[in-house]
């Protein structure tokens, strides 16, 4: 799939999410504030904010997709990651938040009015969150995209989150009203480790951890008859776009345009074998050549 393939398809993704994720946020708010129920509020709000990851993500996704320039040039492909720090920047607002209406609720109880509508908004909106979630985080691993499985996390934080909220519905309708505010300070929780692994997983790219083993690219290069060894491998990058350099030792009676052959031939294996490679810089050495 080439650049503007990609981009397109993560950019659709996350609109068709978007607007799933406003609907499901909408209900839950209005339906939350209608019966007081703070649990369904922290959980609309939520939601809500998966709806803003999602527009994040879409404008991290149009920067990335510019092509490489004077300033950037290896491309900008890293501004997809860099979103995804702005989404768990949201979650940790969104967790404050969260906890701050928690502990009002537990100095000043309030009974909040559960009926059959309750758990039917909140059955409805479940079964959308697990729908969404599984079908981004499926295309997300097909493109290897890190802000669709990123923002899949998210939107199965959803999914625990709604199940808590019905599980405290039951606890409410057997007169444990305080369990309302504790659901809350669950919900917060889930949403800061989710903030976590994405700042984790996104930190590992932004710092170039190396998306590729070794031995996986050696056993490769070593596969072309003329390369006698392949050390000094390095590969940084999303997983989506992988930037690759090694080098590789040729008898030292090699001349200059047969290790340029070689390193074409090097090259040009590596993309077919790891289409996600976006770039193979090798380096020729002769056998007696010191390295």
Same mark, same amino acid.
């Given at each position: 799939?080439?650049?503007?393939?990609?981009?397109?398809?993560?950019?659709?993704?996350?609109?068709?999410?978007?607007?799933?994720?406003?609907?499901?946020?909408?209900?839950?708010?209005?339906?939350?504030?209608?019966?007081?129920?703070? =649990?369904?509020?922290?959980? !609309?709000?939520?939601?809500?904010?998966?709806?803003?990851?999602?527009?994040?993500?879409?404008? !991290?996704?149009?920067?990335?997709?510019?092509?490489?320039?004077?300033?950037?040039?290896?491309?900008?492909?890293?501004?997809?990651?860099?979103?995804?720090? !702005?989404?768990?920047?949201?979650?940790?607002?969104?967790?404050?938040?969260?906890?701050?209406?928690?502990?009002? $609720?537990?100095?000043?109880?309030?009974?909040?009015?559960?009926?059959?509508?309750?758990?039917?908004?909140?059955?409805?909106?479940?079964?959308?969150?697990?729908?969404?979630?599984?079908?981004?985080?499926? +295309?997300?691993?097909?493109?290897?995209?890190?802000?669709?499985?990123?923002?899949?996390?998210?939107? $199965?934080?959803?999914?625990?989150?709604?199940?808590?909220?019905?599980?405290?519905?039951?606890?409410?309708?057997?007169?444990?009203?305080?369990?309302?505010?504790?659901?809350?300070?669950?919900?917060?929780?889930?949403?800061?480790?989710?903030?976590?692994?994405?700042?984790?997983?996104?930190?590992?790219?932004?710092?170039?951890?190396?998306?590729?083993?070794?031995?996986?690219?050696?056993?490769?290069?070593?596969?072309?008859?003329?390369?006698?060894?392949?050390?000094?491998?390095?590969?940084?990058?999303?997983?989506?776009?992988?930037?690759?350099?090694?080098?590789?030792?040729?008898?030292?009676?090699? =001349?200059?345009?047969?290790?340029? +052959?070689?390193?074409?031939?090097?090259?040009?294996?590596?993309?077919?074998?790891?289409?996600?490679?976006?770039?193979?810089?090798?380096?020729?050495?002769? +056998?007696?050549?010191?390295?």
């Amino acid at each position: 799939m080439n650049h503007q393939s990609y981009y397109t398809s993560v950019k659709r993704i996350l609109i068709i999410v978007l607007v799933l994720n406003i609907g499901v946020a909408l209900a839950k708010i209005i339906y939350g504030y209608w019966t007081n129920s703070l =649990s369904i509020i922290s959980d !609309g709000f939520h939601s809500l904010f998966d709806g803003t990851s999602n527009v994040i993500g879409i404008i !991290g996704i149009t920067i990335a997709s510019r092509p490489p320039d004077k300033i950037h040039t290896y491309g900008h492909e890293k501004f997809e990651t860099f979103a995804s720090l !702005g989404i768990a920047f949201l979650l940790f607002i969104t967790c404050f938040e969260i906890l701050q209406s928690a502990v009002g $609720r537990f100095y000043h109880p309030e009974i909040p009015d559960i009926t059959i509508l309750s758990f039917l908004i909140m059955g409805i909106t479940l079964i959308i969150n697990l729908v969404v979630s599984w079908y981004e985080n499926r +295309e997300g691993e097909k493109l290897k995209s890190t802000i669709l499985v990123a923002d899949a996390r998210h939107t $199965r934080s959803d999914v625990y989150v709604s199940i808590a909220v019905i599980l405290g519905f039951i606890a409410i309708q057997m007169g444990f009203s305080i369990v309302d505010p504790i659901i809350a300070v669950i919900i917060a929780v889930l949403i800061a480790k989710m903030g976590i692994q994405i700042i984790k997983s996104s930190s590992s790219i932004l710092l170039d951890t190396a998306p590729l083993d070794e031995e996986t690219i050696r056993s490769i290069v070593n596969k072309v008859p003329e390369v006698k060894e392949c050390h000094r491998i390095r590969s940084r990058g999303p997983p989506s776009h992988i930037f690759v350099d090694l080098h590789v030792t040729l008898e030292s009676s090699s =001349s200059l345009s047969k290790a340029h +052959e070689v390193a074409h031939i090097v090259e040009d294996k590596l993309k077919s074998s790891i289409p996600e490679i976006e770039d193979v810089v090798v380096h020729v050495e002769g +056998e007696s050549d010191n390295f």
